[in-house]
């Protein structure tokens, strides 16, 4: 999708059921985001000012989560820019397919979790920001 913009990438509210023992956060693909979800991996002991991401996906639509701890994720689809913190287990933020990301400034065990709507293929990722650029300016969704 190359005329994604970062206006795409929303919050979403998750469940969040609440008792004394603690609470519980529940996700279901199609249901309470809008897409299935065939891929789950967390990123955990992230050494501090480490930075992750750093590339954009063709296909892929990701909900991402600060299950634990906080980060921010800068988003920008080659016009826009915006940094987003994530520092709740109970909201989701979706970055829709064509969108470069980069992780930073995670707090101290943060655990970054990551739902995806496909598997891991490495040809879906656009990982240089000439190519990324060249894809956003790109007529033709499948050039890249
Ligand atoms: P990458 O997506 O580049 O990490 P990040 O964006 O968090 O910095 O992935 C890091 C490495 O892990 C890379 O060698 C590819 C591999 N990997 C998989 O094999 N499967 C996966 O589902 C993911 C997300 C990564």
Redesign the pocket.
């Given at each position: 999708m190359n005329d994604s913009s970062i206006f795409d990438c929303v919050i979403l509210p998750l469940s969040k059921i609440h008792n004394r023992a603690g609470n519980i956060t529940i996700i279901e693909g199609d249901r309470n985001i809008p897409f299935e979800i065939k891929?789950i991996?967390y990123?955990y002991d992230i050494p501090g000012g480490a930075s992750?991401?750093?590339?954009a996906h063709k296909d892929l639509y990701q909900l991402v989560v600060a299950a634990s701890g906080a980060f921010d994720v800068l988003l920008d689809d080659g016009r826009n820019k915006k940094v987003v913190t994530l520092n709740r287990p109970d909201y989701g933020l979706m970055i829709v397919p064509g969108i470069w990301?980069e992780?930073m400034e995670f707090s101290s065990g943060a655990i970054?979790l990551?739902l995806?709507s496909n598997?891991?293929s490495?040809s879906d990722?656009l990982?240089n920001y000439d190519e990324f650029r060249s894809y956003k300016t790109s007529n033709d969704p499948s050039a890249g």
């Open positions: 891929r991996y990123l992750r991401g750093g590339h990301r992780l970054c990551v995806a598997l891991y490495e990722y990982r």
